[in-house]
């Protein structure tokens, strides 16, 4: 019996040992455990940095400033994401300052431009090695000729899935902040109540929603709801795309839920952001780069 006591003791006294030794105690009775390795805590550490110190923005009109400084021109200086404009402050120089703006954003959106043409964008981008990318896109692949001609959601999917492929293949860590489509039923619904925005609308603006402005009747809402679910459909794929990047954030919809009005819309298409509806937009996306959690 002493012998086996003896065993056991000694089986003890090695399982205590090793317990020890995995809680990281020293021999100094202090009991406190070790540091953790750097590279532990650098694997647990943000990966969203919000203050990123370049930015490319790519997407369509919108992102280009169309309509909000001339008529039926280009303004990128009113842009939300990269403009220099004071009454816009654009997320860029809200987080860079206007002399960083100037120097350190780039605006590769094209006026026109569907999630097809993304990709590209992303590639001319990326050669400017940018710590965040805008997203902006998705208007024109629901403002069609008709609501039949509109993008399927499966190819809008298949390419945004490439644009983020085409980015991260150059620039694995680059951040991007996606916006969400906007709301086309109610820039319908706001832009109506102007006379002079409907006979702009007849020149052939997004005439899958807004053709025809003043027919209320059963057709042409279920024409507008179409258009407006295929819109909802989008968002749906941009959030989902994005969540499945650890350094994509998608702005939940904020865009798409702002209440805007027509103070918000240019006053030479009732379609576009005026200066004071890019204003807005910097706003949303700066909350959304800037927050502690997305």
């Known amino acids: 019996m002493r012998k086996r006591s003896h065993r056991v003791r000694a089986a003890l006294t090695v399982v205590a040992a090793m317990v020890l030794g995995a809680a990281g105690c020293d021999g100094g009775g202090g009991g406190s455990?070790?540091?953790?390795?750097?590279?532990?805590?650098?694997?647990?550490?943000?990966?969203?940095?919000r203050s990123p110190d370049s930015i490319a923005a790519v997407g369509d009109s919108i992102t280009r400033g169309f309509d909000a400084c001339t008529?039926?021109?280009?303004?990128?200086?009113?842009?939300?994401?990269?403009?220099?404009?004071?009454?816009?402050?654009?997320?860029a120089v809200r987080l860079l300052g206007a002399a960083g703006a100037a120097e350190r954003s780039w605006n590769h959106a094209v006026t026109g431009a569907r999630m097809a043409d993304l990709p590209e964008q992303m590639e001319q981008a990326a050669a400017h090695d940018p710590e965040l990318v805008t997203v902006m896109v998705g208007g024109n692949d629901a403002c069609r000729s008709s609501a039949s001609a509109m993008t399927s959601?499966?190819?809008?999917?298949?390419?945004?899935?490439?644009?983020?492929?085409?980015?991260?293949?150059?620039?694995?860590k680059t951040q991007v902040y996606v916006s969400s489509v906007p709301n086309l039923k109610r820039l319908w619904s706001e832009g109506r109540t102007n006379m002079l925005g409907k006979q702009v609308w007849k020149l052939g603006i997004c005439p899958s929603m807004l053709?025809?402005?003043?027919?209320?009747?059963?057709?042409?809402?279920?024409?507008?709801?179409?258009?407006?679910?295929?819109?909802?459909?989008y968002n749906k794929v941009l959030a989902e795309v994005c969540a499945k990047d650890?350094?994509?954030?998608?702005?939940?919809?904020?865009?798409?839920?702002?209440?805007f009005g027509t103070d918000q819309l240019s006053h030479w298409d009732w379609f576009h952001p005026s200066r004071?509806?890019?204003?807005?937009?910097?706003e949303i996306a700066y909350r959304r780069v800037t927050a502690r959690n997305p």
């Not at 455990?33 to 940095?49: I, M, Q, Y």
């Not at 644009?163 to 293949?169: E, I, K, Y």
């Open 276 to 282: 004071d509806g890019q204003a807005e937009l910097a």
């Open 211 to 233: 053709a025809d402005a003043d027919d209320l009747t059963s057709a042409a809402m279920v024409r507008r709801d179409s258009v407006q679910q295929r819109v909802v459909e």
């Open 246 to 259: 650890r350094r994509c954030r998608f702005d939940d919809n904020a865009v798409y839920d702002f209440r």
């Open 33 to 49: 455990p070790r540091a953790e390795p750097t590279k532990a805590r650098a694997a647990r550490a943000p990966l969203w940095d």
């Open 71 to 91: 008529v039926l021109s280009d303004c990128p200086e009113a842009s939300w994401a990269t403009g220099g404009d004071a009454r816009v402050d654009s997320l």
């Open 153 to 172: 959601v499966a190819e809008f999917r298949a390419d945004f899935e490439e644009a983020m492929g085409t980015l991260r293949s150059a620039l694995p």
